[in-house]
């Protein structure tokens, strides 16, 4: 078994508190990358886009997503798929829970 706690090593990126969940250095290395993100009360991503496509899976706060030109409220549950050189932007509305969710990326396979 193979264990990482929120004890293990977080970083700040693109405006987010990060921690990556995979790959796993000396465990695994899967087709695709993984964080878990926390957005601070009141506080909003940098203005970015990747190379990759992107799924977010939130699990806890409130917030609005703008992807592209198109902006929305989101909730816990809510999963979003941003197309790979798309700005995306999260925020969170809340004045003091942090709003969080799962960040999985991957590139797509050329033609």
Known sequence: MYVKTEADAQIRKNGCD???LYPWDGVVVPPWNSTLCSIRPTESSTPHG???DET???ISGE???RVGTEERII???DVIYIPNGT???VTNTSDAEPLKFVSIYWLQPTA
């Open 18 to 20: 990060i921690r990556e």
């Open 75 to 77: 909730t816990p549950g």
């Open 56 to 58: 977010f899976i939130f």
């Open 87 to 89: 700005d995306h932007i």
């Open 50 to 52: 990747h190379a990759t």
């Open 63 to 65: 917030g609005h997503v």
